[in-house]
């Protein structure tokens, strides 16, 4: 289970537990002493490249690469960005999909094979810095610096940004500060539930946890927090040692600091978008993302679609209608630059 499903519900019972226990003002005492663990990108040593299976960073970090479909002669290359706990292979259902012949390949239509790119973000996965915080700005430049090697590897073919989870903060802020990276950007159920939506007994327990006790692990457990319908990959995933089954409190602050971030900048998004959210989410609260689509549609983008499925769970990708929102992506892609008017599936 991921930090944002921890954060979710744990909050209110944690500052209980505090309470009735005696400890609240022991770790407010110790909040200046102790500051949140942050591992962030050191300073720039060498060029950024492209390796056939990772991504060398400006500080010199090699973080681990998966790709799918047509990769050599590409008509349009998607950036995948994972959520948190997850790592590149989220996008597997979607790279498989995209690069399946026959029925995928009408699909798509006009756009032809699509390129999908992923990299283990900085804390994560198969990274070196796991299962520490990389902060915003690393996370950020590390996913601008991918967009200019596949500008440079792919050009004049169409790039698109695709976010999910905490990846579609990451996506907002990289959307809305370097728009000329990208042809567009995909939000796929983007974690933007900001601490201004939530409540003084969730915000209050994180900011003590986060300073006093940064190494405790979350998992978790218990929450009877259901992130998609799709029980067999639920139960891949949690034999995968490569997702984090249990994340540091810092880190879970750390997430608190990027979506309040993304709720800040969605409204300075100047690119082609398209939204995807479930109607069945039980991470993301329903009224966080109709914020944002507000925010969107007050943008009048260039393009700009949202698409809410009925039966939709947090891992929209991976749930058993999975194949249903990667056939709209690919359907949005072939959409932009023509006449043709988008219209989502439900």
Not at 151 to 172: C, K, T
Not at 256 to 277: E, F, G, K, N, Q
């Amino acid at each position: 289970m991921s930090g944002i499903q921890f954060f979710r519900r744990i909050s209110g019972r944690f500052f209980v537990c505090l309470a009735t226990s005696g400890l609240v003002l022991m770790l407010s005492g110790i909040l200046s002493a102790c500051a949140p663990t942050v591992h962030s990108a050191g300073p720039p040593v060498g060029q950024i490249s492209l390796e056939p299976d990772s991504f060398q960073t400006s500080d010199g970090t090699n973080l681990r690469l998966q790709k799918w479909g047509a990769v050599d002669h590409p008509s349009a290359v998607i950036l995948g960005l994972h959520g948190m706990g997850d790592y590149a292979n989220a996008f597997m259902e979607l790279g498989e999909q995209l690069s399946a012949s026959g029925d995928a390949d009408a699909v798509i239509g006009s756009v032809g094979g699509i390129a999908v790119y992923a990299f283990d973000q900085r804390g994560f996965g198969r990274s070196p810095s796991r299962p520490f915080w990389a902060g915003t700005r690393s996370m950020v430049d590390d996913a601008s610096d991918m967009l200019i090697l596949l500008g440079d590897r792919y050009p004049g073919v169409p790039i698109y940004l695709l976010g999910n989870s905490m990846g579609g903060a990451v996506a907002i802020v990289v959307a809305a500060t370097r728009p000329s990276l990208m042809d567009g950007v995909v939000l796929v159920a983007p974690a933007v539930w900001d601490r201004g939506m939530m409540s003084w007994y969730q915000t209050l327990p994180l900011s003590i946890m986060s300073h006093s006790l940064p190494w405790l692990p979350l998992t978790g457990r218990g929450l009877e927090i259901w992130p998609s319908d799709n029980i067999e990959m639920l139960r891949r995933l949690s034999r995968d040692p490569n997702m984090m089954s249990a994340v540091r409190v810092d880190m879970v602050a750390g997430i608190a600091d990027l979506m309040d971030m993304a709720r800040v900048r969605v409204s300075d998004i100047t690119v082609p978008t398209l939204l995807l959210s479930g109607r069945e989410d039980q991470v993301i609260p329903t009224a966080a993302i109709d914020a944002i689509d507000r925010d969107l549609r007050a943008q009048n983008l260039p393009s700009y679609s949202r698409c809410l499925y009925q039966a939709g769970y947090h891992m929209l990708l991976r749930d058993l209608n999975g194949s249903v929102v990667i056939r709209d992506i690919a359907r949005w892609i072939a959409a932009q630059g023509t006449a043709e008017n988008y219209s989502c599936t439900e």
